[in-house]
Structures are given as C-alpha cells and as structure tokens.
Nanobody, 123 residues
C-alpha cells in the first residue's frame, strides 16, 4: 500500500514562494499519477495539479497556471509542487494523492492521500 507524507507548508507573504514535497513509502509510486489538491475553510477540496507516472502529461487548474509547477522524481519516490507568486486565495491545506488513472483531475479517482500540509499566504 502506498503511504504519502507531505511537507513544506508554512506561512508566506503574498508574492512569495513555497515548495511542497510528497514522499511516498513504496516504489510502486512511480507507476501512479500524482496529484495535488487543496481545501480552504468552508470550501470543497479542489484539484490543483497532476502529473502522469512518466511525467509526459501535466495538468493544472486555471487558477494556478503559470504560477505552480508540478514535478516528480520516481527514483527517489518524491513528488513536488513549486508554488510561486502566491496569493491569499491560495491559502488552504494541500494534499498530495496518487491514482492509477492516467492524468486524472477527479478527486474520486484518487485512492491514496497524504495527511495534508497547511499553506497560509498573508497580504
């Protein structure tokens, strides 16, 4: 079973940057699409970005295009989300997730989830 652990969240001023990491406990992680989702207080968990197992395909929510970059290193069983030009509306708990469904944007397709890491962006 895949176990995912996020890190790298914190408090940052608007316009700043953070890099989130997602560590997978199992080598099989390299066979899965990896996604990032976020959930702000009072809102549903929403799709942020995904990357296919071989990095051939990446997808981004319109709200983060041009600012966020998803990547992965299968040899190290790590996934990343580089977040630049952060805005207060990016404040949320960020979760990494994994699915066998290729390049999925759908929360329901993801069967493996990390515990989440808090990102807070101040004005």
């Amino acid at each position: 079973q895949v176990h995912l652990v996020e890190s790298g969240g914190g408090l940052v001023q608007a316009g700043g940057s953070l890099r989130l990491s997602c560590a997978a406990s199992l080598r099989i992680f390299g066979m899965y699409t990896m996604g990032w989702f976020r959930q702000a207080p009072g809102k549903e968990r929403e799709f942020v970005a995904s990357i296919s197992w071989n990095s051939d395909s990446t997808e981004y929510a319109d709200s983060v295009k041009g600012r966020f970059t998803i990547s992965r290193d299968n040899a190290k069983n790590f996934g990343y989300l580089q977040m630049n030009s952060l805005k207060p509306e990016d404040t949320a708990v960020y979760h990494c997730a994994a699915t066998a469904t290729y390049a999925s944007k759908l929360r329901s397709d993801y069967g493996y989830w990390g515990q989440g890491t808090q990102v807070t962006v101040s004005s």
